[in-house]
């Protein structure tokens, strides 16, 4: 069973600056994806950024970027020039690689979370 | 931009009874799933479904809970009978053939158990 570890419950940091948000997971698996999904108080789930794991290169979206350390088990999230809209929970997930009907799927398993918030 | 939508926002029933929370994926999705969180904790996962069969289920999944796509635009959540310990934020999730691995979560149904 895959489990998944967020060690900071709660972060803060002031508009425009940087901050970095850590999870780590524990697997068997050799093939499988990362995510890092946002949860703002409307608690609607929001996919943020995505990793597969046979890739090396870390994955970029505008402001937001990732740290994968697989020998370390490592995923961490870096939010550059942070904005009031990024005040949400941030929930790191593992997918397994399952292979069905031309794709891969499977169930997302989460972190506790992080508490995120952004001051002015 | 298609969206997974999901009724009603939130349902208040007593224990014991029977709920269906409903689900309409996007259009072309082929994988739907239920996860459930209770306030204050970490999201789980429920079930996945794909081809018209559940896929893979969680222990919490027991007998009191099934799943239906009965006219192939929704997808339901049955409880059969309700415990205090149901009350939680139920989403729904589907994810489409070409990246199946992306799922796009609903709004959620809060679901309260008095």
């Known amino acids: 069973a895959q489990t998944v570890t967020q060690s900071q419950p709660e972060m803060s940091v002031q508009e425009a600056e940087t901050v970095t948000l850590s999870c780590t997971y524990d697997t068997s698996e050799s093939n499988y994806y990362l995510f890092w999904y946002k949860q703002p108080p409307s608690r609607q789930m929001i996919l943020v950024i995505r990793q597969e794991a046979y890739k090396q290169q870390n994955a970029t979206e505008n402001r937001f970027s990732v740290n994968f350390q697989k020998a370390a088990k490592s995923f961490s999230l870096k939010i550059s020039d942070s904005q009031l809209g990024d005040t949400a929970m941030y929930f790191c997930?593992?997918?397994?690689?399952?292979?069905?009907?031309?794709?891969?799927?499977?169930?997302?398993?989460f972190g506790q979370g992080t508490i995120l918030t952004v001051h002015p | 931009e298609p969206e997974v939508t999901q009724t009603p926002s939130h349902q208040v029933t007593q224990m014991g009874q029977e709920v269906i929370l409903r689900c309409v994926p996007i259009?072309?999705?082929?994988?739907f799933y239920w996860y459930r969180q209770i306030l204050g904790q970490k999201v789980e996962f429920l079930v996945s479904?794909?081809?018209?069969?559940?896929?893979?289920k969680s222990e919490i999944f027991d007998d009191q809970f099934s799943v239906e796509r009965p006219d192939g635009s929704n997808f339901t959540l049955k409880i059969r009978s309700t415990k205090l310990e149901d009350s939680a934020m139920y989403f729904c999730?589907?994810?489409?053939?070409?990246?199946?691995?992306?799922?796009?979560f609903g709004p959620g149904t809060r679901l309260t158990v008095t």
């Open positions: 997930a593992f997918m397994k690689h399952t292979y069905a009907g031309g794709t891969s799927y499977g169930k997302l398993t």
């Open positions: 479904f794909y081809n018209n069969e559940i896929s893979e």
């Open positions: 999730a589907s994810s489409d053939w070409t990246s199946g691995y992306e799922q796009y």
């Open positions: 259009s072309n999705h082929l994988y």
